[in-house]
């Protein structure tokens, strides 16, 4: 069974950085793409950044030039780094696994989420 596992998560500082990670573990199928998402209190899920398995990125908006993503495909880890914070980046995070399926398209795997609350 597929787990992913999120660490680096808590309190930062506005201004401040912080480093995202997360691993999945047990047998997965070809991985298309891992991503990150953040939900903040009483909003919807959003994307921040995905990641292809050959490579290619792509950041929405809210916190594009702040963050950059990357992975290690061999190891399954997926790595969020973001900087210069701010209180509106206060969600819970989220990574995503997205790989192929027998059944349909794709499937998507979620990680248990990781708490980032910017303190000004």
């Known amino acids: 069974q597929v787990q992913l596992v999120e660490s680096g998560g808590g309190l930062v500082q506005v201004g401040g950085s912080l480093r995202l990670s997360c691993a999945a573990s047990?047998?997965?199928?070809?991985?298309?793409?891992m991503g990150w998402y953040r939900q903040a209190p009483g909003k919807q899920r959003e994307l921040v950044a995905t990641i292809t398995s050959g490579g290619s990125t792509n950041y929405a908006d809210p916190m594009k030039g702040r963050c950059t993503i990357s992975s290690d495909n061999a190891k399954k880890i997926v790595y969020l780094q973001m900087n210069s914070l701010k209180p509106e980046d206060t969600a819970v995070y989220y990574c995503?696994?997205?790989?192929?399926?027998?059944?349909?398209?794709?499937?998507?795997?979620w990680g248990q989420g990781t708490q980032v609350p910017v303190s000004s």
């Open positions: 995503n696994f997205r790989t192929s399926s027998r059944y349909q398209s794709h499937y998507d795997y």
């Open positions: 047990g047998s997965t199928p070809a991985i298309i793409s």
